[in-house]
Structure formats: C-alpha cells, structure tokens
C-alpha cells in the first residue's frame, strides 16, 4: 500500500530563515516523490518532483529510499512562499497519487 | 496545451438530494483520470480514478460514485447527499503512470445543509 506521511500541520518561521518540510513515504514498489504547491486562491500546481533534481523558487528536495524521505528545503524563506504544501506518492507501477495531509507554511515579516 | 475544467465551483445542496460533479480535460488524450477531496487536517483523500473508459476504480467505500462516460469527461455523482459529503472536490489527470504529473482543477466547494 502505499503511504504518504507529513508530520506537520503548521510551520511557521521568519522571513530568511531556513524551511524544512518533512515527508516520509511507505511503498513497496519503485517510488516517484512530488512536493505540491498551494497558494491563497490558486488551484494546487507541482512544485518539483524527485526525478527532475531542479531547484524551484529556491526549493529542493532530496529522496532518500533508506529514510524513505522526502524532505522539502529552501535555505531563506520569503513571505510568498506562504501556501499549502502537499508531498505525493506515485510510481511507475501504479496509476496512483497518493498526497500526505499537507503542511501550512507561514512566513512572518 | 492540456487544460482541465471542474463545475461549479460552489453548491449548496440538501440533504437526500442527488449530486453531479463534472470534469472535463482537453488537449490530451486517454488521460487518466481522478477525483480527490481535500479535508482540513486530512489532505486529499484519493475517491476514484479511471485509466479509461467506463473503467472506475474505487479507493475507499463512500456514499458516493464515479462514471466516466467518454475519453475526457469524469463525473462525480451521489444519488442521496449526506452532511458528511460536504467538502473541497477535487477534479485531476495525468498522462501517465503515477510518475508524471498530476495536473488539478480549481475545485467545488460542497455544501450538503
């Protein structure tokens, strides 16, 4: 089965600090990790996906099968990264998306 | 290019009565097809997916059914709303297996009262 788990419900931290979100996934077959993005009054868009390793706005996330992680990063916040943000669980054998319960990032002035 | 329409975008709705919720998708073919609602505190729930036509898979037992009666049409439906029906409908598809991207619709608020 798979399964996606985001232990945060709120973060919030102060504009230029660091910004760390967690996932952790269960999946027995070979996984694909996305980092969705949902901002006030926007439909919910892909951020970034393991399988492109780009930095977008400033974020990366790394996966890590041993961890079964995929934490999402940004070295210095910024007030528009204030949003939604849903990890999401896919793969090759499965027509599946499953989404963690999602993580409110705040960031203060 | 691929885009993707959801309506309404609000309802309001009693108790009993029936519901259609449709999704269309245009610039792309054979999509695979999803429906997720999104709870606070819960995420988005994955309801249904279909990988073709009239093909329906069910992810968790509900009040409520999907049908998808041509390539790029999937409806939502429920023949008895019930209060706890009400929520955030999500409407998505992807091209692909589970490791291309989803693309999601802006949504329907439901209002079962």
């Known amino acids: 089965a798979q399964r996606v788990t985001q232990p945060e419900k709120l973060l919030s931290v102060f504009k230029g600090a660091p910004v760390e979100l967690k996932c952790n996934y269960s999946?027995?077959?070979?996984?694909?990790l996305f980092w969705y993005v949902q901002y006030s009054r926007q439909r919910l868009q892909l951020l970034l996906r393991?399988?492109s390793r780009e930095s977008i706005k400033g974020f990366t996330a790394d996966l890590n099968k041993g961890e079964t992680s995929f934490h999402l990063k940004k070295p210095f916040a910024q007030e528009e990264d204030s949003a939604m943000y849903y990890c999401?669980?896919?793969?090759?054998?499965?027509?599946?998306?499953?989404f963690g319960t999602g993580t409110r990032l705040k960031v203060l002035a | 290019s691929q885009t993707i329409h959801q309506w309404p975008a609000t309802l309001v709705q009693p108790v009993g009565s029936p519901l259609s919720l449709e999704c269309t998708v245009e610039?792309?073919?054979?999509?695979?097809l999803y429906w997720y609602r999104q709870a606070a505190g819960r995420g988005l729930q994955l309801l249904f997916y279909?990988?073709?036509?009239?093909?329906i898979s069910s992810e968790v037992p509900q009040n409520l059914s999907a049908s998808r009666p041509q390539d790029r049409q999937f409806i939502l439906s429920s023949k008895k709303l019930l209060l706890s029906d009400s929520g955030f409908y999500l409407c998505?598809?992807?091209?692909?297996?589970?490791?291309?991207?989803?693309?999601f619709g802006q949504g329907t608020r439901l209002t079962v009262v």
């Open positions: 999401a669980l896919g793969g090759s054998g499965t027509y599946k998306y499953i």
């Open positions: 999946y027995s077959g070979s996984p694909e």
């Open positions: 393991h399988i």
């Open positions: 610039g792309t073919s054979n999509p695979n």
């Open positions: 279909s990988v073709g036509i009239g093909q």
């Open positions: 998505a598809f992807a091209e692909g297996k589970g490791s291309t991207e989803a693309f």
